[in-house]
């Protein structure tokens, strides 16, 4: 169509194969992007860079060959100009302070959602909508308020961040997997409460459940963490 908004192009950069087939997966599911490649280094997001027109890096801030950081730098440095969105486990402010001068506009911690992604990647396109002459400091600060979200991302009702990030945190720490009894002993809530944020961590593609049969009665579920849903970081 003539005069259409061309999409934006995304470069995934993600070490673990799992986790950036689902980012892939998940930058195509946005109205408005394109994933245009993925890399699982530093040194072949370069590679990708150089012959691949990219408007947005997705990057994860702990590579096999160099940090993340340290990537966006020698990008700045090489005259490549394209935003970054952080994905990353690490809280460290200091970090995030460095990472605004790289351009990086956005940080999206681990483990995250669709939803949560959709919603960066939504405010970054009407950053980078954005036209024309600003009328006066207001409609600055406007179009940078477009980049911050309001608030934590939405999880659906009934779910809270901090209960969601304990019970990752039990899933994660067990080899075998464990039932939503399990996991709501662990957490201190009840087995109907653990099983809604099991099964959210399911459809996140974050766990995996499977029957657990020789016991008496029905089958119980287990839950498991997915490899790559989260890299501990």
Same mark, same amino acid.
Request: aromatic share 4%.
């Given at each position: 169509?003539?005069?259409?908004?061309?999409?934006?192009?995304v470069?995934v950069?993600?070490?673990?194969?799992?986790?950036?087939?689902?980012?892939?997966? /998940?930058?195509?599911?946005?109205?408005g992007?394109?994933?245009?490649?993925k890399?699982?280094?530093?040194?072949?997001?370069?590679?990708?860079?150089?012959?691949?027109?990219?408007?947005?890096?997705?990057?994860?801030?702990?590579?096999?060959?160099?940090?993340?950081l340290?990537?966006?730098?020698?990008?700045?440095a090489?005259?490549?100009?394209?935003?970054?969105?952080? +994905?990353?486990?690490? *809280? #460290?402010?200091?970090?995030?302070?460095?990472? +605004?001068?790289?351009g990086?506009?956005? /940080? +999206?911690l681990?483990?995250?959602?669709?939803a949560?992604?959709?919603d960066?990647?939504?405010?970054?396109?009407?950053?980078r909508?954005?036209?024309?002459?600003a009328?006066?400091?207001?409609?600055v600060?406007?179009?940078? =308020?477009?980049?911050?979200?309001?608030?934590? =991302?939405?999880?659906?009702?009934?779910?809270?961040?901090?209960?969601?990030?304990? +019970?990752?945190?039990?899933?994660?720490?067990?080899?075998?997997?464990?039932? =939503?009894?399990?996991?709501?002993?662990?957490?201190?809530?009840?087995?109907?409460?653990?099983?809604? /944020?099991?099964?959210?961590?399911? #459809?996140?593609?974050? =766990?995996?459940?499977?029957?657990?049969?020789?016991?008496?009665?029905?089958?119980?579920?287990? /839950?498991?963490?997915?490899?790559?849903? #989260? *890299?501990?970081?």
């Amino acid at each position: 169509m003539s005069g259409a908004a061309q999409p934006i192009r995304v470069l995934v950069v993600e070490d673990d194969p799992v986790a950036a087939d689902a980012h892939v997966l /998940y930058v195509g599911r946005v109205p408005g992007f394109t994933p245009v490649g993925k890399a699982h280094t530093g040194a072949e997001a370069r590679r990708m860079l150089d012959r691949t027109p990219v408007d947005l890096i997705l990057l994860d801030l702990h590579l096999p060959d160099v940090h993340g950081l340290q990537l966006a730098r020698s990008l700045r440095a090489a005259g490549h100009q394209t935003d970054v969105i952080a +994905v990353t486990s690490a *809280r #460290d402010l200091t970090v995030v302070r460095e990472g +605004v001068s790289l351009g990086v506009v956005q /940080y +999206v911690l681990k483990p995250f959602t669709f939803a949560t992604l959709r919603d960066r990647l939504v405010r970054y396109a009407e950053f980078r909508g954005a036209a024309g002459e600003a009328s006066g400091q207001e409609e600055v600060d406007q179009a940078l =308020a477009t980049l911050r979200a309001p608030g934590p =991302a939405a999880l659906p009702k009934g779910l809270s961040g901090p209960t969601l990030e304990r +019970v990752t945190g039990v899933l994660r720490g067990s080899d075998e997997g464990l039932t =939503a009894a399990g996991v709501a002993e662990a957490v201190g809530i009840s087995r109907i409460t653990a099983r809604r /944020y099991l099964e959210h961590l399911v #459809d996140a593609g974050r =766990a995996g459940r499977s029957p657990q049969y020789g016991q008496v009665g029905r089958p119980e579920l287990v /839950y498991r963490w997915v490899r790559g849903g #989260d *890299r501990g970081r």
